[in-house]
């Protein structure tokens, strides 16, 4: 098991995630999206709004995050996020029913306040539901 790190994500809420078999993690920073192995070099990145996968020796998984910093160093990688929610628990139906709405929102709003609300909610909803859409296929590969 040369080959594995520690991950460690954190946000408001306390310990989203500890395992100490990972092989793998990606998420999203200003830069772009970054993947992560065992025994990366040292860095310090702010964690842009998006997901986070991560695939471990004994298991997987995938959380929404809103923002946040990540540090990797001494093979460990610590992400602490403003919020997270892990794919498993979003509801797919309602994600889907939220979008449609902001949708059509969208369509008939003429105030731009209004209009970037439900701007806004339709890229979380989008973002949600694609993480629903990483874990499946996270899961089929296993």
């Known amino acids: 098991m040369a080959n594995v790190f520690t991950l460690n994500i954190l946000s408001v809420d306390g310990l989203i995630y500890s395992g100490t078999t990972v ?3 990606k998420f ?3 830069s772009g999206e970054l993947g992560i ?3 990366h070099i040292p860095f310090l990145t702010i964690l842009k709004a998006g997901l986070v996968i991560y695939e471990g020796v004994h298991d997987n998984g995938v959380l929404f995050v809103s923002g946040g910093i990540v540090e990797v160093r001494n093979n460990t990688v610590n992400i602490l996020a403003d919020q997270s929610q892990r794919a498993e628990d979003l509801d797919e139906k309602l ?11 969208m369509r008939s709003q003429k ?3 209004s209009f970037y609300e439900a701007y806004a909610e339709l890229a979380k909803s989008t973002l949600l539901l ?3 859409q990483e874990l499946h296929k996270l899961r089929r590969k296993y």
């Open 95 to 105: 994600l889907l029913e939220a979008k449609k709405k902001a949708e059509e929102i």
């Open 23 to 25: 092989t793998f993690v």
């Open 28 to 30: 999203t920073t200003l």
């Open 111 to 113: 105030d731009t306040q």
């Open 130 to 132: 694609r993480s629903i």
């Open 37 to 39: 192995m065992a025994n």
